[in-house]
């Protein structure tokens, strides 16, 4: 409770030390290390994948990948659902081969472990995805 507050015997509180007089009370070190600047997250570099060949496939893997690598909490599994989706779509179009389609999934797994999650939750999540059919 605070002033103005009524107590129950019908009494109002008071301040035993103005706010304006209190000094500030240090802030608490976890908050300190949420302030400070954090280091850049160090890029996520996608490897050439065995894609036929194709420009436009290679392109759309690695949009697909850096979209992944670069995603924030709250959004991960289901980008990373969406992404291994789109490689299971890929290899069922022809577009990338079985084995490439197995190379992407790999770089997959580790641009959604750089954007924070664990690899079970990663392991679940594309499974998932390659279950679904089309």
């Known amino acids: 409770m605070a002033p103005p507050s009524i107590h129950i ?13 209190a000094p500030l009370a240090p802030a608490p070190t976890w908050l300190i290390d949420k302030l400070k600047p954090q280091p850049p997250a160090q890029p996520f570099a996608v490897s050439n994948s065995r894609t036929n060949n194709s420009a436009n496939a290679e392109a759309r893997v690695t949009a697909i990948l850096l979209k992944v690598a670069g995603t924030a909490a709250g ?10 989706s789109r490689v299971r779509d ?10 490439a389609g197995m190379d992407v999934l790999t770089q997959l797994r580790q641009a959604a472990a750089h954007a924070g999650l664990a690899p079970l939750e990663i392991n679940s999540t594309i499974t998932s995805a390659l279950r679904k059919t089309s």
Do not use: M
């Not at 015997?9 to 007089?21: C, F, M, R, V």
């Not at 179009?93 to 079985?98: M, N, R, S």
């Open 75 to 84: 959004e991960r599994n289901q980008l990373t659902f969406w992404a291994a």
């Open 90 to 99: 890929l290899v069922h179009e022809g577009v990338i081969d079985h084995c």
């Open 9 to 21: 015997s019908g009494k109002a509180y008071s301040w035993l030390e103005s706010p304006e007089d």
